[in-house]
């Protein structure tokens, strides 16, 4: 055989090989397509159960049950710890907000604290502590209603453009994709000469705000004390503050990390800081007591606490069409995982609380309300929007739960033992601004088959 033939002959095998693969990409691609996705139709994976499944799980874990008895716990720890006491310090009910992090969600954190103000019940916090748009929410929660008027228009009147700019070719070398500079000077501009000395000033009155960042090469979470910071009154002080804040909201990769320099036993060091949410979604820190009216058990002061958590956006993300394509995957998954991260937390200081007799109070954007998909979402309308929706639930007295994430309607997880599933709605309707109409169910005969009975023991 000449080479001219052996080329030819290996050109037509090429061929029909890129033949064979190109029609079973079709085949799998039709395969894939043959189903819509539960999306796609206006269900939610959260209603296709397996009842038989999901009952048996149910029957053997009940969670309200266990937020039950947790209240029983929690109430025993705050009846044990009351008798523990400093008895010569008299029982004053302190007051914890804890911020979330969120980007533009953090719209729904201010209109939850002026709806609070409204509504005319909303206490004075002994402490305050933020992360990420939470650190830009606190300074203004931490001085009271006063600063209402500021918070607003923070939150309801700043586009994107008024925040970063994108610089996408440069930002590939180097430490961020968005320059920050426009939202660098409205801090600086918030945190006026002013502003700097009332925080200095509720510090010396015992009370405290708290801002927590990430240090990015220990991945280490920081917790910045502002109010000392604020005490001290220089001038590198006050930039320090202004610092925090930008690094707590540094979005890694999108916004620069801030250089803080510090003294390690006289040497020099210089720390980057990024979003405090890398680490944590919320936090929580005591309040102040001191020296001489501290009970032998610490733990005993925090009894009675009112802790209220405030989350810049929802528990749970809302279900949505995802393309099939790997980067739109891994970022929707990421997204996921800090959703998870926050229901961590929380439950996390659940368990705290009923363990120290502390008065536990959550909130978060509702399910069913449209948020946007996306917390780099700063439009006006969106924005404006959130803020109302945290401002009507706040006023109307219907933002806080006093379980945490798992027990409320649909929020159990979704327990099969095959692929033979109905529909049944669980929970609240959830969907985006632009979600397809709501599943109505036809009433088709399935097989339950539930999972198998455990065999006997021989």
Same mark, same amino acid.
């Given at each position: 055989?000449?080479?001219?033939?052996?080329?030819?002959?290996?050109?037509?095998?090429?061929?029909?090989?890129?033949?064979?693969?190109?029609?079973?990409?079709?085949?799998?691609?039709?395969?894939?397509?043959?189903?819509?996705?539960?999306?796609?139709?206006? /269900?939610?994976?959260?209603?296709?159960?397996?009842?038989?499944?999901?009952?048996? &799980?149910?029957?053997?874990?009940?969670?309200?049950?266990?937020?039950? *008895?947790?209240? /029983?716990?929690? %109430?025993?720890?705050?009846?044990?710890?009351?008798?523990?006491?400093?008895?010569?310090?008299? &029982?004053?009910?302190?007051?914890?907000?804890?911020?979330?992090?969120?980007?533009?969600?953090?719209?729904?954190?201010?209109?939850?604290?002026?709806?609070?103000?409204?509504?005319?019940?909303?206490?004075?916090?002994?402490?305050? =502590?933020?992360?990420? @748009?939470?650190?830009?929410?606190?300074?203004?929660?931490?001085? +009271?209603?006063?600063?209402?008027?500021?918070? %607003?228009?923070?939150?309801?009147?700043?586009?994107?453009?008024?925040?970063?700019?994108?610089?996408? !070719?440069?930002?590939?070398?180097?430490?961020?994709?968005?320059?920050?500079?426009?939202?660098?000077?409205?801090?600086?501009?918030?945190?006026?000469?002013?502003?700097? $000395?009332?925080?200095?000033?509720?510090?010396?009155?015992g009370r405290r705000l708290y801002i927590g960042t990430t240090a990015a090469e220990s991945k280490q979470f920081v917790v910045w004390d502002i109010g000392a910071i604020a005490c001290r009154g220089r001038?590198?002080?006050? %930039?320090?503050?202004?610092?925090?804040?930008?690094?707590?909201?540094?979005?890694?990769?999108?916004?620069?990390?801030?250089?803080?320099?510090v003294d390690v036993d006289g040497r020099c060091v210089t720390e980057r800081h990024i979003d405090g949410g890398v680490s944590k979604a919320l936090?929580? /820190?005591?309040?102040? !007591?001191?020296?001489?009216? *501290?009970?032998?058990?610490?733990?005993?002061?925090?009894?009675?606490?009112?802790?209220?958590?405030? !989350?810049?956006?929802?528990?749970?993300?809302?279900?949505?069409?995802? %393309?099939?394509?790997?980067?739109?995957?891994?970022?929707?998954?990421?997204?996921?995982?800090?959703?998870?991260? #926050?229901?961590?937390?929380?439950?996390?200081?659940? @368990?705290?609380?009923?363990? #120290?007799?502390?008065?536990?109070?959550?909130?978060?954007?509702?399910?069913?309300?449209?948020?946007?998909?996306?917390? /780099?979402?700063?439009?006006?309308?969106?924005?404006? +929007?959130?803020?109302?929706?945290?401002?009507?639930?706040? $006023?109307?007295?219907?933002?806080?739960?006093? =379980?945490?994430?798992?027990?409320?309607?649909?929020?159990?997880?979704?327990?099969?033992? +095959?692929?033979?599933? @109905?529909?049944?709605? *669980?929970?609240?309707?959830? *969907?985006?601004?632009?979600?397809? =109409?709501?599943?109505?169910?036809?009433?088709?005969?399935?097989?339950?088959?539930?999972?198998?009975?455990?065999?006997?023991?021989?």
């Amino acid at each position: 055989m000449s080479l001219f033939q052996q080329r030819v002959g290996s050109v037509i095998f090429l061929a029909t090989l890129l033949g064979v693969v190109a029609t079973g990409c079709k085949s799998a691609r039709q395969a894939r397509r043959e189903c819509p996705t539960p999306t796609t139709l206006g /269900m939610h994976t959260r209603d296709t159960i397996d009842p038989v499944a999901q009952a048996e &799980f149910s029957a053997q874990a009940d969670f309200k049950q266990i937020a039950a *008895r947790s209240e /029983m716990v929690r %109430k025993a720890a705050l009846e044990k710890a009351l008798k523990e006491r400093n008895p010569n310090t008299p &029982f004053r009910e302190k007051n914890v907000l804890s911020l979330s992090g969120g980007g533009s969600f953090g719209a729904f954190s201010a209109g939850v604290l002026c709806g609070w103000t409204a509504r005319g019940d909303r206490p004075e916090f002994d402490v305050v =502590t933020g992360i990420s @748009t939470g650190a830009l929410t606190a300074p203004f929660a931490f001085l +009271g209603s006063a600063y209402d008027q500021q918070l %607003k228009t923070f939150y309801t009147t700043l586009e994107a453009k008024d925040l970063y700019k994108m610089k996408p !070719v440069r930002g590939l070398f180097r430490e961020s994709l968005a320059d920050n500079t426009p939202l660098a000077e409205k801090v600086a501009e918030v945190l006026s000469p002013q502003v700097i $000395c009332e925080l200095a000033r509720e510090h010396q009155k015992g009370r405290r705000l708290y801002i927590g960042t990430t240090a990015a090469e220990s991945k280490q979470f920081v917790v910045w004390d502002i109010g000392a910071i604020a005490c001290r009154g220089r001038p590198q002080d006050v %930039k320090l503050i202004q610092q925090i804040l930008l690094g707590s909201s540094a979005i890694p990769g999108a916004f620069p990390p801030q250089h803080i320099t510090v003294d390690v036993d006289g040497r020099c060091v210089t720390e980057r800081h990024i979003d405090g949410g890398v680490s944590k979604a919320l936090f929580v /820190m005591p309040p102040y !007591v001191p020296p001489e009216d *501290r009970s032998k058990d610490p733990n005993a002061d925090l009894a009675g606490t009112n802790v209220y958590f405030v !989350v810049a956006g929802k528990l749970y993300a809302d279900q949505e069409k995802i %393309k099939p394509l790997a980067l739109t995957l891994a970022s929707k998954e990421i997204s996921a995982m800090i959703y998870a991260q #926050t229901r961590g937390d929380l439950q996390r200081y659940f @368990t705290t609380g009923m363990l #120290t007799g502390m008065n536990y109070y959550l909130t978060a954007i509702p399910p069913e309300y449209p948020a946007p998909t996306s917390s /780099m979402a700063f439009t006006i309308p969106q924005l404006t +929007g959130m803020f109302n929706e945290g401002y009507r639930i706040t $006023c109307q007295g219907i933002a806080w739960r006093r =379980t945490p994430p798992g027990v409320g309607p649909g929020e159990e997880d979704n327990v099969r033992a +095959g692929t033979q599933l @109905t529909y049944e709605i *669980r929970g609240p309707i959830s *969907r985006s601004e632009k979600g397809p =109409t709501p599943f109505v169910p036809i009433p088709i005969p399935i097989s339950n088959e539930g999972i198998p009975p455990v065999p006997p023991v021989k």
